[in-house]
């Protein structure tokens, strides 16, 4: 006689869509909490991105700024010799420096004695930190750099009683348009232009040009530049560097200070990094504290669903049903914040940038991994809970309630 064939029960296998079915029941049900709690991750998510997508627009726009303004810009700058004296720069600097091979421009400024007030009837000790300086006529094209109002020094204004203003000086002094009058030494210049902004030689936003001969007529300047400025190939910069000061100033080479201005930005731009790192390591502590936030919810979620986990236990669940069910609903409350806070640090970035004048970066690794941040996040917050809920036997969980 043949014994009858048992069958084996098999658990029944969730699909995918009955996963995500299952494991968002908590989330609809809850949904003041879901917002509260993907809240911190939001948060984290929001200013990681926004960081980056910051860095990466200043670095892009810097990029921008230097490609136009030029990186192969020196400047050669009389100092002081052994003895303390202020070093006097030969009056044909310019034209030895232009004489070095690879240099295709070359240019000067010298300090000017003349103080500067609004009128005669401002005293002369108010100059409103302003200083006069006189420049050559090729100056604005050697810093490729250009007029906000007005025109600039040339030939035949070079010598005339006539003055451009840096940006800041011109606010200082209350200048807002060409054609005013201003108090510099003891007679009246006619202001012919304001500058723009010069960005590779702040300093000369806080000045009053005038010609060479000007100078030397109205206010007695010896013709000795201050400040020689010169443009080299890129590929040559180095070398120029190194022979500047000794062609500047012939056995005078160490009261000469040679510089490289864009090195000046290129030294905020890893100012900025530094200040990068440190939000980033603020977003990443965010978003710990919104992972807890998380895993505080799931095992309060547990708790309060003791119920519907014995229930489902009795129908035929297993316990791995089970965990799976309470990770996928961590994972879509992780994701949920992930995708805000993606969504938010985009819109940061875009409207800043913008503000600023940036052309707005947001990099998509940046997206990415702030993703996949919250997924992991989301596992590890999950895991506690997906495994005491699994550990709960079904008449223990429905005695609870």
Do not use: C
């Amino acid at each position: 006689m043949t014994a009858p064939r048992r069958d084996r029960l098999k658990p029944a296998r969730l699909s995918f869509a009955d996963v995500l079915r299952v494991g968002s029941v908590g989330l609809r049900a809850r949904r003041a909490r879901v917002v509260l709690s993907s809240l911190g991750i939001a948060i984290g998510i929001a200013t990681m991105v926004a960081v980056v997508g910051l860095s990466t627009s200043s670095r892009a726009d810097l990029m921008l700024r230097l490609d136009r303004l030029g990186t192969n810009l020196l400047t050669a700058e009389a100092g002081k010799d052994a003895s303390g004296q202020e070093v006097k720069l030969p009056k044909s600097a310019v034209a030895m420096v232009e004489r070095i091979g690879p240099v295709r421009q070359a240019t000067a400024t010298g300090d000017v004695n003349a103080p500067i007030r609004r009128s005669a009837a401002v005293p002369e000790e108010r100059t409103a930190g302003v200083t006069t300086q006189a420049a050559r006529t090729d100056l604005l094209s050697a810093l490729n750099t250009r007029m906000a109002k007005g025109t600039w020094l040339d030939r035949g204004r070079e010598r005339l009683p006539v003055t451009v203003l840096g940006r800041v000086a011109a606010e200082r002094l209350g200048i807002t348009a060409p054609g005013e009058k201003i108090m510099m030494g003891d007679r009246y210049f006619v202001v012919v232009g304001i500058l723009a902004p010069v960005e590779l030689v702040p300093t000369l936003d806080r000045v009053a040009l005038v010609g060479f001969p000007a100078a030397q007529r109205y206010f007695g300047f010896d013709g000795h530049p201050t400040t020689v400025f010169e443009r080299s190939t890129d590929a040559s910069v180095e070398d120029v560097r190194a022979v500047l000061a000794r062609t500047v100033n012939p056995g005078g080479q160490g009261s000469v200070t040679v510089s490289r201005p864009s090195d000046a930005l290129a030294a905020k731009t890893a100012t900025d990094e530094g200040l990068t790192a440190l939000m980033l390591g603020l977003g990443a502590v965010a978003l710990l504290v919104g992972g807890v936030g998380v895993a505080n919810t799931m095992v309060v979620s547990v708790l309060e669903r003791r119920a519907e986990i014995g229930l489902r236990r009795a129908v035929g669940a297993t316990r791995g049903a089970v965990r799976v069910q309470f990770l996928t609903e961590s994972l879509l409350l992780s994701a949920i914040g992930g995708a805000a806070g993606a969504g938010l640090g985009a819109l940061a970035t875009y409207g800043f940038a913008l503000a600023q004048g940036w052309t707005p970066v947001v990099p998509p690794w940046s997206l990415a991994g702030g993703l996949a941040a919250t997924l992991v996040i989301g596992v590890l917050a999950g895991l506690y809970p997906a495994a005491r809920a699994a550990r709960l036997h079904p008449t223990v969980a429905l005695n609870a309630t």
